[in-house]
């Protein structure tokens, strides 16, 4: 009897370590598609002096680049610090549909399960989603509150940023990602952005948009770029967790954080833990 208690104590101790090591079983990465700043499935689209700072252009399976003359010399073409033109392949793009559907099936904190409009609000590190358009209207700032190896997750129907918005990383770590999955496609206009856009369809960048730390990936579709600048980075942290998010408004004070997400124990955790249930079985 005394033997049972002592283990029905134990257990639940070597337990909850190997749920916590599954939550970082999911190694999720863009892999060869993090080489791209621009990546298109049907073509990309350039008019106006496009500047990419490290990562190739191009296209696949339809290798149609268009305004690609590399500057000066040209109205429409790319002024490339680090990168070039590319020719796509099948494997970049399977790398691309790996990361949108890996990060896709994530859980996540509900923003709304319609639309959601994002004024000046501040997000912590988390995986969020909102069921149709994220509409970026003004400052939206990811706190990275210092941390190595954290991910900022935003999973929508599709992304549109206005004229003027910006997305701000601030008190960043090191390998810390910022991704935006659309499941169809993204529209920013001469917005100041952060982050790697992933998009089901196609991505239109207006004329003077800013990515200050990310890409321009579409899965299915084509991207338009209309003198626009790049800086690639923001893709790292290669263990996506399931990772408590927080939401504050600036406007309003600050609100409790929205509670952590459970997370789903991997094969290799189960395995782990055959032994020990094994074990606690017998006991009765």
């Given at each position: 009897m005394r033997l049972r208690r002592l283990c029905l104590l134990v257990l639940p101790l070597l337990i909850v370590p190997l749920l916590a090591v599954s939550a970082y079983a999911d190694n999720i990465v863009l892999g060869s598609a993090a080489n791209y700043a621009v990546l298109g499935a049907t073509g990309v689209t350039n008019s106006g002096v496009t500047t990419i700072n490290g990562g190739n252009v191009g296209s696949f399976p339809t290798n149609s680049l268009t305004g690609d003359t590399l500057c000066p010399g040209a109205a429409n073409c790319y002024d490339f610090t680090g990168g070039g033109i590319a020719t796509a392949t099948p494997t970049n793009q399977s790398n691309l549909t790996t990361a949108i559907t890996s990060l896709s099936g994530l859980p996540s904190f509900s923003l709304s399960p319609t639309g959601f409009i994002a004024g000046n609000l501040t997000f912590l590190p988390g995986v969020y989603s909102a069921g149709t358009n994220f509409e970026l209207?003004?400052?939206?700032?990811?706190?990275?509150?210092?941390?190595?190896?954290?991910?900022?997750?935003?999973?929508?129907?599709?992304?549109?940023?206005?004229?003027?918005?910006?997305?701000?990383?601030?008190?960043?770590?090191?390998?810390?990602?910022?991704?935006?999955?659309?499941?169809?496609?993204?529209?920013?206009?001469?917005?100041?952005?952060?982050?790697?856009?992933?998009?089901?369809?196609?991505?239109?960048?207006?004329?003077?948009?800013?990515?200050?730390?990310?890409?321009?990936?579409?899965?299915?579709?084509?991207?338009?770029?209309?003198?626009?600048?790049?800086?690639?980075?923001?893709?790292?942290?290669?263990?996506?967790?399931?990772?408590?998010?927080?939401?504050?408004?600036?406007?309003?004070?600050?609100?409790?954080?929205?509670?952590?997400?459970?997370?789903?124990?991997?094969?290799?955790?189960?395995?782990?833990?055959?032994?020990?249930?094994?074990?606690?079985?017998?006991?009765?």
């Open positions: 209207t003004g400052t939206l700032t990811l706190n990275a509150e210092g941390l190595n190896n954290v991910d900022f997750i935003f999973l929508v129907g599709s992304l549109t940023a206005d004229v003027g918005s910006t997305v701000n990383l601030i008190d960043a770590g090191t390998n810390d990602g910022v991704y935006w999955v659309e499941g169809s496609q993204a529209t920013l206009n001469g917005a100041t952005f952060v982050g790697n856009v992933l998009a089901g369809t196609s991505i239109t960048m207006g004329s003077d948009v800013t990515i200050t730390c990310g890409s321009a990936l579409a899965s299915t579709g084509g991207v338009t770029l209309i003198g626009d600048t790049i800086t690639t980075g923001c893709n790292g942290s290669p263990y996506i967790s399931s990772s408590t998010g927080g939401l504050v408004t600036t406007n309003s004070g600050s609100t409790p954080p929205p509670p952590g997400i459970a997370p789903v124990p991997e094969p290799g955790a189960w395995m782990l833990l055959g032994p020990v249930l094994i074990g606690l079985a017998a006991l009765y």
